[in-house]
């Protein structure tokens, strides 16, 4: 573990909380993709099959169990409570991410690390967490305004896997044999998607108003 | 580290 990987993990954890927070207080999901939640929660089903195999550390298997758990009841919430499924944009969320599911299943086919079940379905997880955020992006441009939180929400989703790519070049220059290309090249696809969010998150908050 | 357990990140 490394204050990179530290920060990352603590980033993706803020991000969930802030969207949790925001679901379970105000009661509203406004401004928020359910079809990148559903297609977060599948990552994570995929990516942490290995709960039950192989155990690294109790932070580990308490953060999956965290993620695990948030992806699903902020799913949950959307789908089936009355009050925030009443702020849901059912009209504008319309980003067909199921389109997006079998490429990535088919990519993890022919390229992953090992051929086998568990190693399969969690490259499928990479490349699937590299392209969820694409229906809330398209909701975000289609809704214009945002308020803060799905804003913050979004930053945060954002800059964690920012901060992994600083992780691996820190473990490529410490570890021998650290090499992830498929992870370095997903990752890194994934935090380019943000780009143009990040360009505008930064003009509207050194504006100090909120992400338009 | 042995290459099943190579997936120590989250």
Redesign the interface.
């Given at each position: 573990m490394n204050i990179f990987?530290l920060a990352g993990?603590m980033t993706?954890l803020a991000s969930v909380l802030v969207l949790l927070l925001k679901i379970h207080t105000i009661k509203s999901c406004a401004g928020v993709s359910l079809r990148t939640q559903e297609l977060y929660a599948i990552v994570f089903a995929t990516r942490y099959l290995?709960i039950f195999t192989?155990f690294?550390?109790v932070y580990?298997t308490f953060?999956?169990l965290v993620?695990l758990g948030s992806s699903f009841s902020i799913v949950w919430y959307m789908r089936y409570h009355k009050a925030v499924h009443r702020t849901y944009d059912r009209e504008q969320d319309t980003f067909r991410h199921w389109f997006l599911v079998l490429p990535c299943l088919v990519l993890a086919l022919l390229i992953h690390?090992?051929f086998t079940f568990l190693e399969v379905l969690?490259t499928f997880s990479l490349y699937l967490e590299a392209v969820a955020i694409l229906p809330q992006l398209v909701l975000l441009q289609r809704t214009r305004n945002i308020d803060n939180l799905t804003g913050q929400y979004i930053f945060l989703l954002g800059g964690y896997r920012g901060l992994?790519i600083l992780?691996w070049i820190y473990r490529y220059f410490t570890e021998p044999h650290f090499v992830?290309w498929i992870?370095w090249i997903a990752g890194l696809v994934q935090t380019l998607l943000y780009a143009d969010f990040f360009y505008y998150y930064f003009l509207r908050f050194i504006g100090g108003r909120g992400v338009e | 580290k042995d290459d099943a357990a190579a997936h120590d990140e989250l």
């Open positions: 990987r993990d993706h290995d192989s690294v550390s580990n953060m999956k993620f690390e090992k969690w992994y992780n992830h992870t | -």
